[in-house]
């Protein structure tokens, strides 16, 4: 892993696995404590709707996919928050109407042949100097609207209504979280794609959940274990000559089945000690 460093590629693939590992294992916390995981997945899939535009138009990739994500994830959010009874019926037809905008203007954009799987399995060893700049800008402003906000968020995250009670803007924060949520979505994409996002948002909070004190806790240990897990990934990636993407996400989902397995032990161990 070492001598592929001295590629700029590399090296740039690396450091974009590490700033969405960081911002995943902030923001991924805050989904699986809160409960979107769904309302994430739907998000990721409209998201692809903001890359066929921008191409389209001859936009920027990261500005236009964000713009569009933004858009698609408050109809969402307002769907999910107001019609809570149909939520996952609606966030499931704009998921694959905001799909289905991107491949038909992708196909319609002149003289362009668009590379679906680097935007399904992601297309990390291609990430340039510029969108690493972004990355790091916005990547630092989620973290630090979430560090500002963190009493507020951890009030809405475990209490809703002692959160209303204590005089929280719960409306106000979720839309906002939300908005955060898409964001952190499009910066990811790139990194591990639409249909494997998802695992990195929910994988390393899952794990860590059972042994996190605090939600602070939780969101530095996930931040630290999808690092871990992309570091792993990127190195079998380059070893074995396979997509990058895939590889992070197989690395976290058999750490994923590890904790899972090891939890039914003890509890089963657990169990045979009290019946003793």
Sequence with gaps: ?????????????LAAGLLVSVICGIVGTLVVVNRIVFLAGGIAHAAYGGIG???????????????????????MATISHNVK?????????????????GIILIDLTPGYSADLMSYLFGSILTVPDSDLIIMSVTGALITLLVIYYYPALLAMSYDEEFARIR????????????????VTIVLAIQVVGLILIIALLTIPPFIVEKY???LFQMMVASSLLGA?????????????????????????????????????????????????
Aim: glycine share 10%.
């Design 1 to 13: 892993m070492i001598e592929a460093l001295e590629f700029d590629f590399m090296r740039n693939a």
């Design 53 to 75: 535009l921008s191409f389209f138009f001859g936009w920027p990739y990261l500005p236009g996919t964000i713009g569009f994500s933004l858009a698609a994830s408050m109809v």
């Design 85 to 101: 009874h149909r939520a996952d019926t609606i966030i499931g037809v704009v998921w694959a109407i905001g799909m289905a905008i």
């Design 167 to 182: 005089g929280v803007p719960v409306k106000k924060l979720y839309f906002g979280l939300i908005g955060i949520l898409a």
């Design 212 to 214: 996190a004190k605090s």
């Design 228 to 276: 871990v897990f992309t570091v792993i990934g990127l190195w079998f990636s380059y070893r074995y000559n396979l997509t990058s993407g895939a590889s992070i996400i197989m690395v976290s989902g058999t750490a994923f089945v590890i904790s899972f397995v090891v939890d039914k032990v003890q509890m089963a161990l657990q169990n045979g000690q009290r019946r003793t």
